[in-house]
Structure formats: C-alpha cells, structure tokens
C-alpha cells in the first residue's frame, strides 16, 4: 500500500491542525493504521494507532490524548488526526503508516508501509 500524507504547517501554540493519509488501496480496511512523529535528534515515536476495519480501538500516547483524535475513513481510503491545543513540543515531522499485524501494534517495528511525512511546526 502507497501513502501519502498531508495537511501539516505552521500553526500557533494553541491552534489545530488535521493531517490526512490517502491510501493507494482499496484494501485500506485491512490495515492498522497510525501516525508518529520524528522531531530533530529524537527517535521516531508513536502518536497515535487505530484498528482495521471500522477503527473501535484506538490508542494515543499520553502526550497527546485528549489533544489529538484519530480516525479513518474506509470509503475514501483516508486516515485522519485531527490535532487540537497544539504545543511547541509538537513539532516535528509526522508519518502515517500501515500494519498487518494482529492487533493494533504501536512499536513502529511492526509498521511495513509509511508515507512520506508532513511538516507540523508549532510556534510558542
């Protein structure tokens, strides 16, 4: 599966953001889906992961839950995150990715396929 992400920017601390994740497959469903984020001389890390199929499961990291909601939507092929109350320890880049694994994993060990990021900065 191809995707390619987008909807990151400059926004104010404090603002929003809604980054998407268009998915080249019609198999979309199948996936677990997630977001992550690399910021400038850290580890990629884990954000955010939702299950396949209609998504009930959902998983955040404590940095961002009740900051950030995830979401997809399968007849379009697209994964969200709508991003709230943004802080400046936010930025970074942001990467969608896709899993076959059983269950909704979070390592991103056990996510095959990613996109290409999308820059979210967030100024103080």
């Known amino acids: 599966v191809q995707l390619q992400a987008s909807g990151g920017g400059l926004v104010q601390a404090g603002g929003s953001l809604r980054l998407s994740c268009a998915a080249s497959?019609?198999?979309?469903?199948?996936?677990?889906m997630g977001w992550f984020r690399q910021a400038p001389g850290k580890e990629r890390e884990f954000v955010s992961t939702?299950?396949?199929?209609?998504?009930?499961?959902?998983y955040y990291a404590d940095s961002v839950k009740g900051r950030f909601t995830i979401s997809r939507d399968n007849v379009k092929n697209t994964l969200y995150l709508q991003m709230f109350n943004l802080k400046p320890d936010d930025t970074a880049v942001y990467y969608c990715?896709?899993?076959?694994?059983?269950?909704?994993?979070?390592?991103?060990?056990?996510?095959?396929?990613w996109g290409q990021g999308t820059q979210v900065t967030v100024s103080s």
């Open positions: 497959e019609r198999t979309f469903s199948d996936y677990v």
């Open positions: 939702i299950d396949r199929g209609s998504g009930v499961e959902t």
């Open positions: 990715a896709a899993s076959t694994w059983f269950g909704v994993p979070i390592d991103p060990a056990a996510f095959g396929y």
